[in-house]
């Protein structure tokens, strides 16, 4: 039986989206990979490896380019409704995996500075900010890829978890700062190393409302627990 065209532009777009998922999870897990690679200077307060871990990030944002000229080509083929919300969502999770490339890049920057300084006792407290962050992370891709939309709102709901440790770090840092004023340069480096975890916490739940929007479009999300009270902390 003879090949309809209409049948083989249908496969060809379905190829190209296939691709382009395989593209943002690929991204996913570079900046998974950043995140962790970033904890692990940290914690061996290696210079050498910061600067590498800050180099990489280019390849994040080359492949988050890639992936918007991918977007755009699916966008001119002129997809239906559900194709729409795939192309938005794509568009809107490969912004967020950027940012979480730049914020681990981030934590690398800092930790290069914070090395020139005796070690602190709270960086045990960021490696389990950040492996909070990272477990978000990689669960939230794996919602991504099986369009698991039950999945992607659990990430999002324990997003309140790392926002409460992050408020207790902030608190610990705030108080070793007031006890000692030697200490207010590597714990304000540690403060901005910390902040930068939440907020790629945030960037993953962005993800993960993402993942409900392409599964049920413009539905209701649950409404989401908040637990970051550093600004009310400072303020006492």
């Not at 309140?160 to 608190?171: H, N, P, S, V, W």
């Not at 108080?175 to 916490?201: Q, V």
Request: proline fraction near 3%; glycine fraction near 4%.
């Amino acid at each position: 039986m003879n090949q309809q065209p209409h049948d083989h532009i249908v496969r060809s777009y379905d190829e190209e989206q296939g691709r382009l998922r395989g593209e943002l999870l690929r991204m996913g897990a570079m900046a998974a990979s950043q995140l962790e690679a970033a904890l692990d200077v940290v914690d061996r307060r290696d210079d050498s490896a910061a600067r590498r871990v800050v180099a990489n990030d280019v390849a994040i944002d080359q492949l988050e380019h890639e992936t918007s000229q991918d977007v755009i080509k699916l966008t001119l083929r002129g997809p239906l409704a559900r194709d729409m919300r795939q192309i938005l969502a794509a568009l809107r999770i490969a912004s967020d995996i950027e940012r979480i490339g730049d914020y681990a890049a981030n934590v690398a920057k800092r930790s290069i500075a914070l090395n020139a300084a005796p070690p602190l006792p709270h960086t045990s407290g960021l490696r389990s900010l950040g492996t909070l962050a990272l477990r978000q992370l990689d669960e939230v891709l794996a919602a991504y890829r099986d369009s698991d939309a039950d999945a992607a709102q659990r990430v999002r709901a324990a997003d309140a978890e790392l926002d409460a440790q992050y408020t207790g770090l902030f608190r610990e840092l705030l108080t070793y700062m007031m006890e000692d004023a030697r200490n207010i340069t590597p714990c304000t480096h540690l403060l901005f190393m910390a902040k930068n975890i939440e907020r790629i916490g945030d960037h993953a739940t962005n993800i993960a409302e993402n993942v409900w929007f392409l599964v049920h479009g413009e539905t209701d999300l649950p409404p989401r627990d908040k637990r970051d009270d550093s600004s009310s902390a400072a303020a006492g």
